[in-house]
């Protein structure tokens, strides 16, 4: 014990380096593996430095939460479908968040006690005690409210992403107003508080942090769910990083950094894929632009389209040369990667070139359908991303859009008056056969309808993502023999 506590810097630079190598891991499909693995041994080493190193640790306390932890997390691990994973992650964001202010609030209350006991009886005890500095008293204020609010969005979006009714949108003139009211007010109690040490300040601080949360992210269009998704996790380690501080701990400090740095990189690239600024995906149309209407919201209007069976799409495809496809949440709902993968390797054994195209945004969280087609052992190398496939697609006999619909809406590229104009888009409708398998003609998570879906070229396929792949497959099999 006593030799871990002597090195325990330098055990937390190996987990430090560990926690760098798998960022760098995790930055593609086929070292993301040995990224985990990284990953997993940093903070097993960080934990077990942490536990010999802090003085007198509650033991039974701490053996129990990290038993319990273990259990929770293994299960949900265990049982989570990967349509719950985006909600998923963003509870555990939200976990984060409310350590990082329990911290806080806790390191509070602890000088409190002591400053209540005296200098005097302190020293009899052997306490060197100092009150708090100016830079504590800093790192606790931004650690706290950055935690808070960051506790509150993610449960919010917790909520948004499982459809929950407690977690509805809120929309009206008073919105921001009440927004930077709330944030004003927060910022002042947290500067009084910094400035004073006074308590009534820093409970007030954490309350409107944690009210500016939710009234934060609770206007956010659904369609802007994956930035927040990713910005949250940025919040998280800002959070994190900021407690470090105040615990003195290189480890936390370094781990919360990377992951707060990583979050924010992510969350400038997908708002780049979507053609919008972080400011009007967080705060739509406050700086001029206007935000991503909600699903539901206006009428549709009745246009034409064209419709078929999964037995015409079959026939077209085993009789092209290639084929493009596209996945969207619709294949994560219907469980359908895997026999997404089985028609691929139907059409691949006939001679047909199959990949699939990946927007920077699809799904409901950053890298949601990279994930399932991992999951399907689809090969890496037959998946490319927006910017690597959008040239090809002219030449691209056949396109299949599995439940997707704003990634490849050309309103994005022809329509100035939509909401995602300027948007980078998967440009399949220029593909020569384009096909769309959805359950209706419902709107996407946007709100916005999609004019694909009414091209000359396109034809639609209703019904269960799955089911509608599959007869795809038996289809071809068929026409094979």
């Known amino acids: 014990m006593e030799m871990i506590r002597e090195y325990a810097d330098w055990f937390y630079l190996i987990g430090a380096v560990l926690f760098i190598l798998t960022l760098r891991g995790l930055s593609g499909p086929k070292t993301a593996i040995a990224g985990n693995r990284y990953g997993m041994i940093a903070m097993a080493i960080a934990v077990m430095t942490t536990f010999f190193v802090a003085e007198n640790p509650v033991v039974w306390m701490i053996i129990g939460a990290m038993v319990l932890g273990a259990i929770v997390g293994i299960a949900r691990a265990r049982t989570v479908p990967m349509t719950q994973m985006p909600e998923t992650v963003a509870l555990m964001h939200s976990l984060v968040g409310l350590a990082a202010v329990l911290i806080a609030v806790a390191a509070i209350i602890h000088n409190n006690k002591l400053i209540e006991l005296g200098p005097d009886l302190l020293a009899a005890n052997g306490v060197n005690f100092h009150e708090m500095s100016r830079v504590h008293l800093f790192e606790l204020f931004v650690g706290c409210f950055v935690g808070a ?119 400038y690239i997908m708002c780049k894929a979507m053609n919008r600024s972080i400011i009007n995906v967080l705060f739509g149309g406050a700086m001029g632009g206007t935000a991503a209407p909600t699903a539901g919201a206006g009428e549709q209007v009745q246009r034409n389209h064209r419709s078929g069976s999964a037995d015409d799409a079959g026939f077209l495809m085993s009789n092209a040369d290639s084929v493009v496809i596209v ?31 990946i927007h920077p945004v699809a799904g409901r969280m950053p890298g949601h359908m990279n994930v399932l087609l991992a999951e399907a052992d689809v090969p890496y190398e037959d998946i490319l991303e927006m910017d690597e496939i959008n040239s090809d697609f002219p030449a691209t006999d056949v396109v299949l859009v599995i439940g997707a619909n704003d990634v490849v809406n050309p309103a994005a590229k022809d329509d100035p008056t939509s909401p995602i ?60 023999h």
């Open 327 to 357: 996945p969207g949440y619709g294949m994560a709902q219907g469980r359908a990667q895997n026999a997404v993968k089985e028609l691929a390797n139907i059409l691949k054994e006939q001679g047909v070139t199959v990949r699939f195209a």
């Open 149 to 267: 609010i960051t506790f509150t969005a993610s449960v919010f979006a917790y909520g948004k992403l499982a459809a929950k009714k407690w977690a509805k949108t809120i929309s009206g003139a008073w919105v921001k107003p009440v927004q930077a009211i709330i944030f004003i007010a927060m910022l002042g109690f947290g500067v009084h508080f910094f400035l004073t040490g006074n308590m009534t300040s820093f409970w007030a601080m954490t309350g409107l942090a944690l009210a500016f949360g939710w009234v934060w992210i609770a206007p956010v269009g659904g369609g802007d769910m994956p930035v927040v998704v990713s910005l949250l996790n940025s919040f998280s380690g800002w959070a994190a990083a900021g407690i470090g501080f105040t615990l003195e701990n290189n480890m936390l400090i370094v781990a919360g950094s990377l992951v707060g740095s990583s979050g924010a990189i992510l969350s």
């Open 421 to 480: 104009y300027g948007m980078p888009i998967l440009e399949a409708h220029k593909a020569r056969t384009i096909m769309v398998i959805k359950r209706s003609m419902a709107t996407g998570y946007a709100g916005l309808d999609n004019d694909l879906f009414y091209n000359d070229k396109t034809m639609m396929i209703f019904g269960d993502a799955k089911k509608v792949v599959e007869d795809m497959t038996k289809a071809i099999n068929g026409t094979g």
